[in-house]
């Protein structure tokens, strides 16, 4: 009887030190804490909005006409350093190259010819051309102050043809030699017809008119 008391007693004590070997254990090594490469790693940042995309400028109208013929004349005037009363005038044209609207411009000094090329929007020289000819004049001028300026013939030769000058859609005017006479070549167009006239530089007689429907 006290043999199975010892016997349950040393069990008891086995258990209450296997018991206290575990716990002991247990607090000798802790858990261990996360380590920092474990870490979650920071949430990339967030790209920067694309930028707003700029508006386009706007490209310049160079097709209306904002200068007159004679602010285009006073241009190539004042750039070849004459006056309108030195030179004659032989060709004033309104013209399109490329959707732009152009004058063409030319006239006589002495014996020096210049052409020049003048943008109607905004009144830059394009360019100029200078050149030294040899322009055989009748005996019966002494000068070309003896001509009428070209505005004098063009309104002779739309009061030839009925037409008004707001009605002209475009005209070239030149001056040209025939038979020892300075006479103005007009070509114009009105209301969809086409005219061509020849002014006598001179008197202002109108020496033809054709009309091309």
């Keep these: ?11 008891a004590l086995m258990s209450i030190l296997l018991l206290i070997s575990c716990g002991s254990s247990t607090a000798a090594n802790p858990p261990s ?10 949430a990339p940042a967030p790209s920067p909005s694309e930028p707003a995309a700029t508006s386009q400028p706007v490209p310049s109208d160079n097709t209306a006409v904002k200068i007159t013929l004679e602010d285009a004349k006073k241009i190539a ?3 070849a350093a004459l006056k309108e009363s030195e030179v004659t005038f032989t060709q004033t044209e309104l013209e399109t190259d490329n959707g732009r609207k152009k004058y063409d411009i030319e006239f006589l000094s002495g014996s020096q010819e ?4 003048i943008d109607a929007a905004t009144g830059k020289i394009l360019s ?8 055989q004049k009748p005996q019966a001028q002494s000068s070309s102050s ?12 739309l009061a ?20 020892g006479i300075q006479k103005y070549e007009i070509e114009f167009v009105a209301k969809g017809k086409e005219y061509e006239a020849e002014i006598d530089a001179s008197t202002g007689k109108v020496l033809k008119l054709e009309i091309d429907d």
Excluded: C, F, T, W
């Design 77 to 79: 005037l004042e750039d």
């Design 160 to 179: 030839q043809a009925g037409v008004k000058i707001e009605d002209v859609s475009k005209k070239e005017i030149k001056l040209e030699m025939d038979d």
């Design 146 to 157: 003896a001509l009428i300026p070209q505005e004098q013939a063009l309104d002779a030769a």
């Design 33 to 42: 804490a996360p380590s920092p490469a474990a870490a979650a790693e920071p």
């Design 114 to 117: 210049y052409d020049y090329e």
């Design 1 to 11: 009887m006290n043999k199975i008391r010892l016997s349950r007693l040393g069990a």
């Design 128 to 135: 100029v051309d200078q050149e030294r000819e040899h322009v």
